[in-house]
Protein backbone atom coordinates (compact mmCIF):
# COMPACT_ATOMS: atom_id res chain seq x y z
CA UNK A 1 0.00 0.00 0.00
CA UNK A 2 1.17 3.29 -0.73
CA UNK A 3 1.64 6.28 1.30
CA UNK A 4 -1.34 7.95 -0.62
CA UNK A 5 -3.65 4.84 -0.12
CA UNK A 6 -2.74 4.75 3.78
CA UNK A 7 -3.17 8.55 4.39
CA UNK A 8 -6.78 8.02 2.42
CA UNK A 9 -7.76 5.17 4.72
CA UNK A 10 -6.47 6.74 7.71
CA UNK A 11 -8.25 9.97 6.68
CA UNK A 12 -11.84 7.58 6.72
CA UNK A 13 -10.52 6.12 9.67
CA UNK A 14 -10.16 9.51 11.88
CA UNK A 15 -13.40 10.99 10.63
CA UNK A 16 -15.60 8.41 10.74
CA UNK A 17 -15.57 8.44 14.51
CA UNK A 18 -17.70 10.74 16.51
CA UNK A 19 -14.66 11.62 18.30
CA UNK A 20 -13.30 14.09 16.49
CA UNK A 21 -16.06 16.27 16.15
CA UNK A 22 -16.88 16.06 20.16
CA UNK A 23 -13.84 17.42 20.91
CA UNK A 24 -13.63 19.90 18.81
CA UNK A 25 -17.12 21.18 19.70
CA UNK A 26 -16.02 20.74 23.81
CA UNK A 27 -12.97 22.82 22.25
CA UNK A 28 -14.72 25.89 20.85
CA UNK A 29 -17.18 26.08 23.92
CA UNK A 30 -14.24 25.48 26.37
CA UNK A 31 -12.11 28.16 24.40
CA UNK A 32 -15.00 30.55 24.02
CA UNK A 33 -16.24 30.27 27.47
CA UNK A 34 -12.73 31.21 28.85
CA UNK A 35 -11.89 34.08 26.19
CA UNK A 36 -15.40 35.76 26.68
CA UNK A 37 -14.69 35.44 30.96
CA UNK A 38 -11.42 36.60 30.56
CA UNK A 39 -12.00 39.11 27.67
CA UNK A 40 -14.75 41.04 30.09
CA UNK A 41 -12.74 41.11 32.82
CA UNK A 42 -9.37 42.26 31.29
CA UNK A 43 -10.92 45.00 29.20
CA UNK A 44 -12.86 46.09 31.99
CA UNK A 45 -9.83 46.56 33.84
CA UNK A 46 -8.19 47.93 31.32
CA UNK A 47 -10.34 50.73 30.68
CA UNK A 48 -11.11 51.46 34.43
CA UNK A 49 -14.62 49.87 34.53
CA UNK A 50 -14.19 47.40 36.93
CA UNK A 51 -15.52 48.54 41.10
CA UNK A 52 -13.18 48.68 43.75
CA UNK A 53 -9.49 49.03 42.64
CA UNK A 54 -8.35 46.31 40.40
CA UNK A 55 -4.85 45.91 39.08
CA UNK A 56 -4.33 47.74 36.20
CA UNK A 57 -4.28 46.03 32.40
CA UNK A 58 -2.01 47.69 29.79
CA UNK A 59 -4.16 47.81 26.93
CA UNK A 60 -1.07 47.63 24.08
CA UNK A 61 -1.11 44.05 23.33
CA UNK A 62 -4.22 43.10 25.06
CA UNK A 63 -5.85 41.91 21.97
CA UNK A 64 -2.55 39.60 21.24
CA UNK A 65 -3.08 38.09 24.81
CA UNK A 66 -6.69 37.48 24.87
CA UNK A 67 -6.75 35.62 21.21
CA UNK A 68 -3.95 33.59 22.67
CA UNK A 69 -6.06 31.63 25.03
CA UNK A 70 -7.21 29.40 21.99
CA UNK A 71 -3.67 28.25 22.70
CA UNK A 72 -3.03 28.63 26.31
CA UNK A 73 -6.13 27.04 27.12
CA UNK A 74 -6.99 24.96 24.15
CA UNK A 75 -3.81 23.20 23.22
CA UNK A 76 -4.69 20.14 25.40
CA UNK A 77 -7.21 19.26 22.92
CA UNK A 78 -5.19 18.89 20.01
CA UNK A 79 -2.66 16.73 22.14
CA UNK A 80 -5.33 14.56 23.68
CA UNK A 81 -7.17 14.10 19.76
CA UNK A 82 -3.36 12.95 18.58
CA UNK A 83 -2.75 10.79 21.82
CA UNK A 84 -6.62 9.43 20.77
CA UNK A 85 -5.40 8.62 17.05
CA UNK A 86 -2.94 5.96 18.23
CA UNK A 87 -4.01 4.54 21.48
CA UNK A 88 -7.93 3.51 20.53
CA UNK A 89 -6.46 1.66 17.71
CA UNK A 90 -4.13 -0.19 20.09
CA UNK A 91 -7.63 -0.39 22.58
CA UNK A 92 -10.19 -1.48 19.72
CA UNK A 93 -6.93 -3.67 17.84
CA UNK A 94 -7.72 -1.95 14.88
CA UNK A 95 -4.26 -2.10 13.94
CA UNK A 96 -3.87 -5.85 13.45
CA UNK A 97 -5.98 -5.05 10.45
CA UNK A 98 -4.16 -2.73 9.45
CA UNK A 99 -0.47 -3.70 10.05
CA UNK A 100 -2.09 -6.90 7.74
CA UNK A 101 -3.09 -4.55 4.99
CA UNK A 102 -0.02 -2.25 4.96
CA UNK A 103 3.19 -4.60 6.55
CA UNK A 104 5.42 -1.37 6.38
CA UNK A 105 4.79 0.03 9.75
CA UNK A 106 6.66 3.53 9.26
CA UNK A 107 3.96 4.16 6.47
CA UNK A 108 1.02 3.77 8.74
CA UNK A 109 2.86 6.06 11.46
CA UNK A 110 3.24 8.55 8.46
CA UNK A 111 0.00 8.83 7.16
CA UNK A 112 -1.28 9.21 11.21
CA UNK A 113 1.46 12.31 11.05
CA UNK A 114 -0.15 13.32 7.76
CA UNK A 115 -3.80 13.43 8.75
CA UNK A 116 -2.16 14.94 12.35
CA UNK A 117 -1.18 17.96 10.88
CA UNK A 118 -4.75 17.85 8.92
CA UNK A 119 -6.66 17.92 12.35
CA UNK A 120 -4.04 20.39 13.54
CA UNK A 121 -5.46 23.07 11.38
CA UNK A 122 -8.98 22.03 11.56
CA UNK A 123 -8.99 22.47 15.69
CA UNK A 124 -6.68 25.25 15.18
CA UNK A 125 -9.02 27.79 13.08
CA UNK A 126 -11.84 26.31 15.73
CA UNK A 127 -10.02 27.69 18.55
CA UNK A 128 -8.86 30.55 17.13
CA UNK A 129 -12.28 31.16 15.87
CA UNK A 130 -13.68 30.52 19.42
CA UNK A 131 -11.05 33.17 21.25
CA UNK A 132 -11.26 35.62 18.63
CA UNK A 133 -15.13 35.32 18.70
CA UNK A 134 -15.18 35.90 22.59
CA UNK A 135 -12.78 38.45 23.00
CA UNK A 136 -13.14 40.80 19.97
CA UNK A 137 -16.48 41.70 21.20
CA UNK A 138 -15.24 42.31 24.29
CA UNK A 139 -12.26 44.58 22.93
CA UNK A 140 -14.80 46.48 20.58
CA UNK A 141 -17.42 47.01 23.47
CA UNK A 142 -15.33 48.94 25.67
CA UNK A 143 -13.93 51.38 23.20
CA UNK A 144 -10.51 48.95 22.96
CA UNK A 145 -9.06 48.07 19.26
CA UNK A 146 -9.21 44.59 18.13
CA UNK A 147 -6.04 44.43 16.63
CA UNK A 148 -7.51 42.41 13.67
CA UNK A 149 -6.71 44.74 10.76
CA UNK A 150 -3.17 44.04 12.09
CA UNK A 151 -0.68 41.83 9.77
CA UNK A 152 0.94 41.33 13.81
CA UNK A 153 -2.31 39.65 14.59
CA UNK A 154 -2.98 37.61 11.61
CA UNK A 155 1.04 36.54 11.90
CA UNK A 156 0.00 35.58 15.33
CA UNK A 157 -2.70 33.31 14.01
CA UNK A 158 -0.53 31.20 11.71
CA UNK A 159 1.87 30.87 14.34
CA UNK A 160 -1.60 29.39 16.57
CA UNK A 161 -2.69 27.20 14.21
CA UNK A 162 1.07 25.88 13.54
CA UNK A 163 1.45 25.69 17.37
CA UNK A 164 -1.52 23.45 17.04
CA UNK A 165 -0.25 21.31 14.69
CA UNK A 166 2.93 20.34 16.19
CA UNK A 167 0.49 20.03 19.77
CA UNK A 168 -1.43 17.11 17.23
CA UNK A 169 1.97 15.52 16.84
CA UNK A 170 3.17 15.45 19.64
CA UNK A 171 0.20 13.44 20.83
CA UNK A 172 0.65 11.18 18.30
CA UNK A 173 4.30 10.68 19.82
CA UNK A 174 2.85 10.29 22.97
CA UNK A 175 0.43 7.62 21.62
CA UNK A 176 2.80 6.00 19.33
CA UNK A 177 5.13 5.37 23.20
CA UNK A 178 2.30 4.73 25.76
CA UNK A 179 -0.09 2.20 24.23
CA UNK A 180 -2.31 2.16 27.16
CA UNK A 181 -4.98 4.73 26.13
CA UNK A 182 -5.81 5.12 30.12
CA UNK A 183 -2.02 5.75 30.88
CA UNK A 184 -1.70 8.39 28.38
CA UNK A 185 -4.49 10.26 28.67
CA UNK A 186 -4.26 10.94 32.41
CA UNK A 187 -0.52 11.13 31.68
CA UNK A 188 -1.21 14.16 29.54
CA UNK A 189 -3.78 15.78 31.65
CA UNK A 190 -1.58 15.50 34.76
CA UNK A 191 1.52 16.80 32.69
CA UNK A 192 -0.65 20.00 31.02
CA UNK A 193 -2.89 20.82 33.93
CA UNK A 194 -0.56 20.15 37.18
CA UNK A 195 3.28 19.47 36.63
CA UNK A 196 4.16 22.24 34.20
CA UNK A 197 1.87 24.85 35.35
CA UNK A 198 2.85 24.46 38.85
CA UNK A 199 6.48 24.45 37.50
CA UNK A 200 6.26 27.34 35.73
CA UNK A 201 4.25 29.33 38.42
CA UNK A 202 7.05 28.64 40.84
CA UNK A 203 9.48 29.64 38.02
CA UNK A 204 8.77 33.63 38.80
CA UNK A 205 9.37 33.13 42.48
CA UNK A 206 12.52 30.53 42.54
CA UNK A 207 15.86 31.92 40.44
CA UNK A 208 16.65 30.23 37.95
CA UNK A 209 14.21 27.42 37.48
CA UNK A 210 12.75 29.48 34.23
CA UNK A 211 15.81 28.78 32.79
CA UNK A 212 14.43 25.50 32.64
CA UNK A 213 11.12 26.00 32.73
CA UNK A 214 11.17 27.83 29.28
CA UNK A 215 11.76 24.51 27.85
CA UNK A 216 9.04 22.76 28.73
CA UNK A 217 6.24 22.51 25.88
CA UNK A 218 3.75 24.66 27.39
CA UNK A 219 6.24 27.32 27.70
CA UNK A 220 7.64 26.81 23.94
CA UNK A 221 3.83 27.08 22.33
CA UNK A 222 3.75 30.64 24.34
CA UNK A 223 7.11 31.25 23.05
CA UNK A 224 5.75 30.39 19.76
CA UNK A 225 2.69 31.87 19.70
CA UNK A 226 4.51 35.35 20.53
CA UNK A 227 1.66 35.89 23.12
CA UNK A 228 -0.15 34.61 26.11
CA UNK A 229 -2.23 34.89 29.16
CA UNK A 230 -0.03 32.66 31.54
CA UNK A 231 2.24 35.77 30.70
CA UNK A 232 -0.17 38.05 32.52
CA UNK A 233 -1.54 35.82 35.70
CA UNK A 234 2.62 36.08 37.12
CA UNK A 235 4.65 38.33 38.07
CA UNK A 236 7.35 37.40 35.83
CA UNK A 237 5.88 35.78 32.96
CA UNK A 238 7.51 36.94 29.91
CA UNK A 239 9.24 33.85 28.05
CA UNK A 240 12.52 34.16 27.00
CA UNK A 241 12.26 32.28 23.91
CA UNK A 242 12.06 33.86 20.63
CA UNK A 243 9.07 32.78 18.74
CA UNK A 244 11.11 30.80 16.09
CA UNK A 245 12.83 29.27 19.25
CA UNK A 246 9.75 27.89 20.62
CA UNK A 247 8.88 26.08 17.47
CA UNK A 248 11.77 24.62 17.25
CA UNK A 249 11.51 23.20 20.64
CA UNK A 250 8.04 22.10 20.17
CA UNK A 251 8.86 20.31 16.88
CA UNK A 252 12.05 18.63 18.73
CA UNK A 253 9.22 16.67 21.24
CA UNK A 254 7.35 15.93 18.39
CA UNK A 255 10.43 14.34 16.60
CA UNK A 256 11.89 13.32 19.41
CA UNK A 257 8.28 11.39 20.79
CA UNK A 258 7.30 10.24 17.33
CA UNK A 259 10.82 8.65 16.80
CA UNK A 260 10.87 6.90 20.10
CA UNK A 261 7.80 5.61 19.63
CA UNK A 262 8.87 4.33 16.52
CA UNK A 263 11.53 2.57 17.73
CA UNK A 264 9.93 0.66 20.51
CA UNK A 265 5.98 -0.26 20.89
CA UNK A 266 5.34 0.70 17.28
CA UNK A 267 7.66 -2.27 16.36
CA UNK A 268 6.51 -4.65 18.88
CA UNK A 269 3.53 -7.28 18.16
CA UNK A 270 -0.21 -6.39 18.58
CA UNK A 271 -2.82 -8.80 19.11
Known sequence: MSLTAATRSETTKQFSTAMWWILALVLAIYVGFTA??????FTAAATGSLPGEAPPIPEDGLAGVLYSTATAVGYVFPLLIGTLMVTAEFRHQTLTPTFLATPRRGLVLWAKVLVGVLLGVLYGVVGIAAS???AAGFLAGFGLETELGSLETWAQFGRMLLAYVLWVLIGIGV????RNQVGAIVGVLVFTQFLEPVGRAAAAFVDG?????????????DALVGASIFAISTPDGATALEWWAGGLVLLGYAVVLILLGHLTSWRRDVS
Open 36 to 41: AVLGFV
Open 132 to 134: VGA
Open 175 to 178: GALV
Open 209 to 221: LSDVTQYLPGAAS
